[in-house]
């Protein structure tokens, strides 16, 4: 389920090994058309602008133009990949559960009909999960909230005073996209944002996975990848530190009809005027749809070994936890596809 980069991945590692589309597997994917979250993504988030974007198996991305918007750049890199290797794709289909069938096997229920199936990779990513935080006094406000999700560019900002929440990657791009278009911005975060100098080497990202990897495999949710590296000292945030735009204040106590307050001024002032609060506060996993299979921890997440619910060795998820990363999703969908083809031949999955 699913078809971004985790999903194709896993896709193509079915394929090379021996399974035919519409025969042995299906790909079901909710989204209109090719692209994954990509698709969704705002029009001045140029291809130039993302952190980093892995090449999906057995077929480079090259030559992309870096000023088109990502969106266009990768929604033709998938759907020239879908076709490429004969993927099949099913869409749009939605998910409403997953849930035990009989002799074994899993029941896919869907708005396309009902799927039984001896193994199921998870590939449903988090884009349909947007995160919002709840503070006292959010009903109260005057203006408009939105979050990253519903973001489309800053010219509708236009002379307004935005208010950005979240330490991440999306909340810098949107103030340093934001700040010649505002009226004023502020950007509040939970904890103080790490810069990284340097490259990010290949130890750095291995250390950077293990981290997520040793929350789900102790079942607790997954953060992300990012959450862990710290954030790029490139050239443009450099240029917001100089000049202001990225001064960042502790977050805010509560929110008011026109604005947002702390109650002690430690972040330099009692009260900020805001007419938009824009909550750039990340996404959470969308697996809903496998309740009925009782997966979860106590401690609110799936426990892994590898991609393999410890739970239940029939279901894998990618695109999950240390997996949601590109280059993650690459790797865990050739992880989950030889879990599945031992477990189909009845020989022991990897401890």
């Known amino acids: 389920m699913g078809a971004g980069q985790a999903g194709l991945s896993a896709a193509h590692h079915l ?49 992309a133009d870096p000023a088109r918007p990502s969106a266009e750049v990768v929604s033709g890199y998938f759907a020239a990949y879908e076709r490429a290797f004969d993927l099949r794709v099913r869409r749009p ?29 998870n590939a449903t990513g988090t884009w349909d999960r947007p995160f919002w935080p709840r503070y006292p006094g959010q009903e109260t406000f005057r203006g408009r ?92 945030i450099r240029r917001g530190l100089a000049d202001g735009t990225l001064d960042r204040r502790p977050m805010f106590d509560r929110i008011v009809p026109d604005g947002v307050e702390w109650t002690d001024g430690t972040a330099g002032a009692r009260h900020v005027d805001a007419d938009v609060i824009l909550w750039a506060t990340g996404f959470r996993a969308a697996i ?21 619910a410890v739970a239940d060795p029939r279901i894998h998820l990618v695109g999950y936890g240390p997996s949601a990363s590109t280059v993650g999703a690459n790797r865990a969908g050739r992880a989950a596809v030889r879990d599945i083809r031992r477990l189909l031949a009845g020989r022991p999955v990897a401890a």
């Not at 989204?31 to 990509?38: F, L, R, V």
């Not at 502020?186 to 990202?205: H, I, L």
């Open 93 to 121: 289909v939605d998910v409403r559960a997953v849930r035990e069938g009989s002799g074994g096997r899993l029941l896919v229920e869907s708005s396309a009909g009902t799927w039984s199936t001896r193994a199921l990779i």
């Open 15 to 63: 394929r090379r090994t021996g399974f035919e589309p519409d025969r042995d597997f299906v790909v079901l994917d909710h989204s209109p058309a090719p692209g994954g979250a990509w698709q969704f993504r705002w029009p001045s988030l140029t291809y130039g602008k993302v952190h980093g974007m892995h090449s999906l198996p057995g077929m480079e991305l090259t030559g």
């Open 145 to 236: 909230q939105l979050h990253t999700a519903q973001y489309t560019g800053p010219a509708e900002f236009a002379g307004l005073r935005v208010v950005v929440v979240g330490g991440g990657a999306s909340g810098t791009q949107h103030l340093l996209e934001l700040a010649p278009y505002a009226a004023a911005t502020t950007w509040v975060t939970r904890r103080e944002p790490v810069f990284r100098e340097g490259p990010f080497d290949e130890e750095a990202g291995r250390a950077a996975v293990a981290l997520v990897e040793e929350r789900v495999r102790q079942g607790l949710p997954p953060r992300s990848v990012v959450s862990v590296t710290g954030l790029p000292l490139n050239d443009a």
């Open 288 to 308: 809903d749809h496998l309740a009925p299979l009782r997966l979860r921890e106590a401690g609110g997440g799936i426990r892994l070994e590898g991609t393999r």
